[in-house]
Nanobody
């Protein structure tokens, strides 16, 4: 098992930046995929950015060029740098880890972008 704790959510104006952090309870080297999902009110949870064990990154189209996912294995951490934020980025952002087809979720952190 692995516990995930997110931080960094905040209220920010459109065009601003935020950096989300996700810290795992143990070493993340063996985890197959880690990533960030988000869920806006009344909408389904969607994948935002993923990073695989070999370092491959995958982004949903709406955030390409604006968001960057990265990881720091020594700190058991994954980050999401979000630039040029838009009101439509407003959502609860969740950290996710998948190991041997078992998903784990953090509790979520709120990101609100004002226009």
């Amino acid at each position: 098992q692995v516990q995930l704790v997110e931080s960094g959510g905040d209220l920010v104006q459109a065009g601003g930046s935020l950096r989300l952090s996700c810290t795992a309870s143990r070493n993340i080297f063996s985890i197959d995929v880690m990533g960030w999902y988000r869920q806006a009110p009344g909408k389904r949870r969607e994948s935002v950015a993923l990073i695989t064990r070999d370092g491959t990154t995958i982004y949903t189209d709406s955030v390409k060029g604006r968001f960057t996912i990265s990881r720091e294995i020594a700190k058991n951490a994954v980050y999401l740098q979000m630039n040029s934020l838009k009101p439509e980025d407003t959502a609860v952002y969740y950290c996710n880890a998948v190991e041997k087809n078992v998903p784990y979720w953090g509790q979520g952190t709120q990101v609100t972008v004002s226009s």
